[in-house]
Nanobody, 125 residues
Framework: QVQLVESGGGLVQAEGSLRLSCVASGRTFSSWTMGWFRQAPGKEREFVAAMRPTGSSTNYADSVKGRFTISRENAKNTVYLQMMDLKPEDTAVYYC??????????????????WGPGTQVTVSS
């Protein structure tokens, strides 16, 4: 069983930055694919970014490419999402997700069995 807890959300003005963190329980964090998803009010949850266990491969939604960066610190069982040049449309609850091993379907919610409770990010114009 893996437990995930996100932090770092808050209220920020447009063009500002935030860094989200997600701490995972367990001893094999380095073997997990980690993903970030978000859900805006009235919309379905969507893929934001993912990183393979080795950290050698990252993937991003087109809407965040060049502005968001996913990274991980295995020694701290933590994955980060650095968000820059934030826009009002980035306002959402951001969720951390995890699955053991790799997958080609990293954009699909169904491949991640473990989820955090989410952290709210609000971007004001």
């Amino acid at each position: 069983q893996v437990q995930l807890v996100e932090s770092g959300g808050g209220l920020v003005q447009a063009e500002g930055s935030l860094r989200l963190s997600c701490v995972a329980s367990g001893r094999t964090f380095s073997s997990w694919t980690m993903g970030w998803f978000r859900q805006a009010p009235g919309k379905e949850r969507e893929f934001v970014a993912a990183m393979r266990p080795t950290g050698s491969s990252t993937n991003y939604a087109d809407s965040v490419k060049g502005r968001f960066t996913i990274s991980r610190e295995n020694a701290k069982n933590t994955v980060y999402l650095q968000m820059m040049d934030l826009k009002p449309e980035d306002t959402a609850v951001y969720y951390c997700a995890a699955r053991y091993g790799t997958t080609r379907s990293y954009t699909l919610q169904d491949v991640y069995p473990y989820w955090g409770p989410g952290t709210q990010v609000t971007v004001s114009s």
